[in-house]
């Protein structure tokens, strides 16, 4: 069964940085483009990275300049590198397949407080 399982989550000051990886298992990692999301309490999901097969990657406006995704084939993970947090960036981080996602993994929390 097709699945992702995030982690690198945490409590980080507006400036500071985080590190998100994102496991996938039960499916071949490069025939898909493979998205980082997050939704925030009462918001709705959105996408806010993607990278395709390819290795072409799309950034939300919000996030431009700040965030990077990245992926290891062999381990069969992506990373959500994110740098200068704001405590809008506040949200449970998910992964999963950009445009037809799968059932959601349990995401990861990111909370950005001074």
């Known amino acids: 069964q097709a699945q992702f399982v995030e982690s690198g989550g945490g409590l980080v000051q507006p400036g500071g940085s985080l590190r998100l990886s994102c496991a996938a298992s039960g499916f071949t990692l490069d025939i898909y483009e493979i998205g980082w999301f997050r939704q925030a309490p009462g918001n709705q999901r959105d996408l806010v990275a993607s990278?395709?097969?390819?290795?072409?990657?799309n950034y939300a406006d919000f996030v431009k300049g700040r965030f990077a995704i990245s992926r290891d084939a062999a381990a069969n993970t992506w990373y959500l590198q994110m740098n200068n947090l704001q405590p809008e960036d506040t949200a449970k981080y998910y992964c999963?397949?950009?445009?037809?996602?799968?059932?959601w993994g349990p995401g990861t929390q990111v909370t950005v407080s001074a």
């Open positions: 990278i395709s097969k390819s290795g072409v990657t």
């Open positions: 999963n397949i950009a445009y037809s996602p799968i059932p």
